[in-house]
């Protein structure tokens, strides 16, 4: 009973590569979110997606970062031309339909850009 | 703007004590309120939730109340054990989406 699974766990990118970030949801959640957290800090909302729709994704800066939630597939967060600032962790976390659900979290992407 | 916030960054509990983490919110419109524990390295891991129309939710060795007339959260941790220690978040859901405080740093020593 797989839960939240994201991979890669460690991501080094140079200034101005592109970095992929992908997440498979539980068995049988639909929903899916994507968060930020830097050191010390806790996590900031970035997207909302269900599949092949993003619901809600007024926490994602509108340049250079992008969400997909494909048909088949895991869910894809994309950061192009990375920059320093850009360096945290990023996790992921599904839920299933349904007003209210838990959302249960992966054990997140460290980015870091060199 | 809305933000759920802590009052207290660390919190030190000898072991086989209670522990007690605290949690304002801000935003009165939302009705799903979750804490979550997040160990070094992992990602945030459920620990109880409850709705608005609660008080009070108990859990194993876990209790969680609310209180909407101070927007008030706490957890509270019964015989805190080592495995314990983390970093503790509220999180608040105005719909679809969680509000994150800034987490609690439990430190539990013998």
């Known amino acids: 009973n797989a839960g939240v699974m994201q991979n890669p766990r460690h991501l080094v990118r140079r200034r101005g590569q592109e970095a992929r970030l992908r997440c498979s949801p539980m068995?049988?959640?639909?929903?899916v979110y994507w968060y930020r957290q830097l050191p010390e800090e806790g996590l900031k909302f970035m997207v909302y997606l269900q599949k092949e729709n993003i619901i809600d994704e007024s926490g994602m800066p509108k340049e250079r970062f992008s969400a997909e939630f494909p048909k088949e597939g895991p869910s894809i967060l994309r950061i192009q031309q990375v920059v320093r600032g850009d360096s945290a962790a990023y996790f992921c976390?599904?839920?299933?339909?349904?007003?209210?659900?838990?959302?249960?979290f992966g054990d997140g992407t460290r980015l870091s850009i060199l | 703007g809305e933000s759920v916030g802590l009052h207290l960054p660390t919190l030190s509990v000898q072991e086989g004590d209670n522990s007690i983490i605290n949690c304002a919110y801000s935003?009165?419109?939302?009705?799903?309120f979750i804490w979550y524990k997040q160990e070094s390295g992992k990602g945030p891991q459920f620990i109880i939730d409850?709705?608005?129309?609660?008080d009070k939710r108990q859990g194993q060795r876990v209790t969680v109340l609310l209180n909407k007339t101070v927007k008030h959260l706490s957890l509270q941790i019964a015989a805190t054990q080592p495995g314990d220690s983390a970093v503790y978040f509220c999180?608040?859901?105005?719909?679809?989406?969680?509000?994150f405080g800034t987490g609690t740093r439990l430190q539990v020593f013998p």
């Open positions: 935003n009165s419109a939302s009705d799903y």
């Open positions: 409850i709705r608005s129309n609660m």
């Open positions: 068995k049988g959640h639909s929903h």
């Open positions: 999180a608040e859901t105005p719909p679809d989406k969680l509000i």
């Open positions: 976390a599904s839920s299933q339909a349904g007003r209210n659900q838990p959302q249960h």
